[in-house]
C-alpha cells in the first residue's frame, strides 16, 4: 500500500478555536499517518477584501494511503461538516469557519501561490518539515 505525504493549511476567521479542534478531529479520524499540526498563529488576511478579521492558521502534515481525488473529497466534507457549507457562505461569506487547503501531494505542488505564504513557511519550519518530501 502506497502511503502519499501532503501539507495542507487550515485558517479560521470565525471562532477559531472551537473550528480548527473540529477540524484536527475530523483529520484525526480519517486515520492518516504521521499526522502532525504546527501551532495555530493568527495573520492578517491575504488577498480576502470581504474582511479585517484576523485569521488563525495551521500548517498539518501527514500520510494516506488514500487516493488524491478520494482525500480532497474528505477534506471538502470536513470543511462542510465544520459549517463553511454553500448556505453559509451566501449568507456570511466574510465568516470563514475553516477553510482546508491541500498545498502539497507527494512531489507535487497544488498551490503554487499560497507555498509563499508567511504562516506556511512559518509552520513548516516548526515542523521541522519540507515542503516537499525528500527524494
Same mark, same amino acid.
Given at each position: 500500500m502506497k502511503l502519499h505525504r501532503f501539507v495542507l493549511t487550515?485558517?479560521?476567521?470565525?471562532?477559531?478555536?472551537?473550528?480548527?479542534?473540529?477540524?484536527?478531529?475530523?483529520?484525526?479520524?480519517?486515520?492518516l499517518e504521521r499526522l502532525t499540526f504546527s501551532p495555530a498563529r493568527e495573520s492578517a488576511p491575504i488577498s480576502f477584501g470581504l474582511s479585517d478579521a484576523l485569521?488563525?492558521?495551521?500548517?498539518?502534515?501527514?500520510? +494516506?494511503?488514500?487516493?488524491?481525488?478520494?482525500f480532497a473529497a474528505h477534506l471538502k466534507a470536513l470543511e462542510r461538516r465544520t459549517? $463553511? +457549507?454553500?448556505?453559509?457562505?451566501?449568507?456570511?461569506?466574510?465568516?470563514?469557519?475553516?477553510?482546508?487547503?491541500?498545498? +502539497?501531494?507527494?512531489r507535487e505542488i497544488l498551490k503554487p $501561490?499560497?507555498?509563499t505564504r508567511p504562516y506556511?513557511?512559518?509552520?513548516? $519550519?516548526?515542523?521541522?518539515?519540507?515542503?516537499?518530501p525528500e527524494e
Amino acid at each position: 500500500m502506497k502511503l502519499h505525504r501532503f501539507v495542507l493549511t487550515l485558517g479560521s476567521n470565525s471562532e477559531p478555536q472551537k473550528h480548527l479542534s473540529q477540524a484536527q478531529a475530523g483529520l484525526r479520524s480519517l486515520g492518516l499517518e504521521r499526522l502532525t499540526f504546527s501551532p495555530a498563529r493568527e495573520s492578517a488576511p491575504i488577498s480576502f477584501g470581504l474582511s479585517d478579521a484576523l485569521f488563525t492558521d495551521q500548517v498539518a502534515i501527514g500520510e +494516506t494511503s488514500m487516493e488524491l481525488e478520494t482525500f480532497a473529497a474528505h477534506l471538502k466534507a470536513l470543511e462542510r461538516r465544520t459549517g $463553511r +457549507t454553500p448556505e453559509q457562505r451566501k449568507k456570511h461569506p466574510e465568516a470563514i469557519p475553516v477553510d482546508i487547503d491541500l498545498i +502539497t501531494w507527494d512531489r507535487e505542488i497544488l498551490k503554487p $501561490r499560497d507555498i509563499t505564504r508567511p504562516y506556511l513557511i512559518e509552520g513548516l $519550519r516548526e515542523l521541522g518539515e519540507p515542503l516537499l518530501p525528500e527524494e
